[in-house]
């Protein structure tokens, strides 16, 4: 690896744990119901549906209310070339089923904003 290559890698290690610190919860899944993210992070994220919606599966379930899954993974939205790498600004904080999801569901991806043009 040059070394051009792994001070990115640093760079982008420190900016993604800062990143994922901020956003404990998946974005995806916040934006997807219409939450307020602080709200879900106020409640250790834990929300009940306002209105009737269709909550994917594998959200648990107690008593009405749902649990966003934790973020354990940073989603590029543009991309990861050059400082797109380490700019916050197209970061999404995501688990691992949100992340799959957006990459195997692309049109629909790009339709919502969870990936832009690059």
């Not at 290690?13 to 990143?19: G, K, L, S, Y």
């Not at 307020?36 to 009940?48: A, I, L, Q, T, Y």
């Amino acid at each position: 690896m040059s070394p051009k290559r792994a001070k990115m890698n640093k760079e982008y290690m420190e900016a993604r744990a800062v990143f994922l610190k901020a956003h404990p919860y998946c974005q995806f899944f916040i934006q997807l119901y219409k939450l307020d993210e602080s709200e879900v992070v106020r409640n250790c994220g834990w929300f009940k549906p306002k209105e009737p919606c269709d909550l994917l599966a594998h959200t648990i379930n107690y008593n009405g209310f749902y649990q966003i899954p934790e973020s354990n993974q940073i989603h590029h939205r543009r991309g990861r070339v050059g400082s797109l790498l380490t700019d916050p600004t197209f970061f999404l904080a995501v688990c691992d089923f949100s992340h799959r999801f957006i990459h195997d569901n692309t049109r629909l991806s790009y339709e919502n904003g969870w990936m832009l043009p690059r």
